[in-house]
């Protein structure tokens, strides 16, 4: 009986063991399980949350920023240590992290981000393979690589971020600002009335605030011309044509042949013997030049 006893207390002892290593094992899911399935589940959090990217990552690694835009939160390691937006509606990469701008899924070139909390890059997503273009009329300028600005000292005021009819990327302030693959302006607080609009960023004690960032770039938009005293504008194939108002501005034509020649009334003209009027439609008259 005593040995029956013992051999009990040694299978009890066993299992004891045995179910203790057990809760000790841990399950490797990339080698040790199939058709995984965490749809039942009541919560799962898939992706690493922080403020700030990890300064090291590899390919496809994925990292939620909590401090983020809503709609720009979800970052991807594109190349080894580089992270990027995955977010719908954003694009452009950045090699650190930080807040970017909500936009249009069409809309990707010359993207605002801030990288840091002084730093704000431009353009992240611009390269001789998916170059950034800009049209003044007829003429275009390209762009192949970003540009940073980078904001110094403790000042408040707004980041204004345009490109001119010259085809520089600028960023303008009253405020001391580095540029690297961009100019900068001192002076300004509103964009030019000439230049191609980015978008501002808020800078509050020396910081780009989180939120600060307004996105003024645009694929659907217009500028309507109104026509002033003696112009006309009309449409045609899309581009806007001005005119003069003969109804209101005499245009100078060629000097008539005679006093029947075509012309419209309010047309004029002048040689070096007579001044000629059409005083209606096809009809001139006309008066001798004499010197003082």
Known sequence: MEFMNQNYRHILLALTLAG???????????TQSKSIDFSALPSTRPVQVGTALPATCQVGQLFFKADAVAGANLYGCASVNSWSVQS?????????????????????????VRNASNVLAIG??????????????STVYTFTS??????SG???????????????LTVGSNLTVACAGCTTQSGVTSFPADSVLLGTWSVTN?????????????????????AGSGIVSTDTNGAAVLSVDTTLVGVRVSVPAS??????????????????????????????????
Not at 146 to 151: E, K, Q
Not at 214 to 226: E, M, S
């Open 259 to 292: 006093s029947t020649a075509a012309c419209q009334a309010g047309s004029w003209s002048y040689d070096a013997n007579y001044v000629y009027v059409c005083v209606a439609s096809n009809s001139w008259r006309r008066a001798q030049l004499a010197s003082w």
């Open 154 to 168: 403790t000042a408040t005021g707004v980041l204004y971020v345009y490109i001119t009819p010259t085809g520089t």
């Open 206 to 226: 020396g910081a780009l605030d989180i939120t600060g960032g307004q996105d003024f770039r645009a694929l659907l938009g217009t500028k309507n011309l109104v």
């Open 20 to 30: 203790s290593a057990f809760g000790q094992t841990l399950v490797d899911l990339r």
């Open 88 to 112: 719908t509606g954003t694009s452009g990469g950045a090699s650190s992290g930080g807040t970017s701008l909500s936009m249009g899924s069409q809309l990707g070139d010359l993207q605002l």
């Open 124 to 137: 992240s997503g611009c390269s001789l393979a998916t170059p950034c273009n800009v049209h003044f009329g």
């Open 146 to 151: 970003g540009a940073t600005a980078t904001v």
